[in-house]
C-alpha cells in the first residue's frame, strides 16, 4: 500500500472516530431536537405532503452550491489536500449522523441511514471520482471527457435524490 492510500485511509479513520465521540458527548443535549427532526420528516413523508417542485429546487440549488464551492477550492489549493480535508469532514459528518441515528433509533435508524444516503451518493462519487480525473489531464480532450460524466453523474445523482430518494424511505 503506498504511503498516499495509508495516510488516506489514516484520515477517514480519524475523521469517523472523532465523530462518533463528539456524537456521543453531544447527544443527550441533542435529544429532544433530534427527536422532533425525525418525526417532522417521517410524518411529511408518509402523509405525502412534501411538495417535489419545491423540495427539487432546494436540492438543486444546495447542490449546485456545493458542487461549485468544490470547484473553486479544486482551483485554489492542492488536490491531495483537497481530497484529505474532503475525506476527513465527510467520515466525521457520517460518522456523526451514524451514531445520532444508531443510539436513537437503534439498527431500523442505522439502516435507514444508509437507504437515504446510498443512491444519490453512488453516483456524486462517481463524479467526484471524475471530476478528480479530469483535475489530473487538465488542459487536454481527455480532461473534457471527464468532465462529461461530472456533469452526467452529477445530473443523475440529483434525480436519484428528487425521485428516488423519497420512495425508498417511504417503504
Not at 104 to 116: D, F, H, P, T
Not at 138 to 160: D, E, H, N, P
Request: proline fraction near 1%.
Amino acid at each position: 500500500m503506498s504511503r498516499y492510500k495509508k495516510l488516506g485511509l489514516a484520515v477517514l479513520m480519524i475523521g469517523v472516530v472523532a465523530g462518533s465521540v463528539v456524537a456521543n458527548m453531544t447527544y443527550k443535549a441533542n435529544y429532544y431536537f433530534l427527536a422532533d427532526l425525525n418525526m417532522d420528516i417521517s410524518v411529511l413523508q408518509k402523509t405525502g405532503q412534501i411538495n417535489i417542485v419545491h423540495f427539487a429546487c432546494y436540492i438543486i440549488g444546495k447542490r449546485l452550491f456545493q458542487m461549485i464551492l468544490l470547484a473553486v477550492v479544486l482551483r485554489l489549493f492542492v488536490l491531495e489536500a483537497v481530497i484529505g480535508l474532503l475525506g476527513f469532514t465527510g467520515s466525521f459528518t457520517y460518522s456523526v449522523f451514524f451514531t445520532y441515528q444508531l443510539l436513537q433509533s437503534g439498527m431500523s435508524g442505522v439502516r435507514i441511514l444508509i437507504l437515504a444516503m446510498l443512491p444519490q451518493w453512488i453516483f456524486y462519487g462517481a463524479a467526484l471520482y471524475y471530476w478528480v480525473k479530469g483535475e489530473i489531464f487538465k488542459g487536454s480532450k481527455q480532461a473534457f471527457r471527464y468532465y462529461f460524466f461530472v456533469g452526467l453523474f452529477f445530473l443523475i445523482g440529483i434525480i436519484m435524490e428528487i425521485y428516488v430518494n423519497p420512495k425508498i424511505l417511504l417503504m
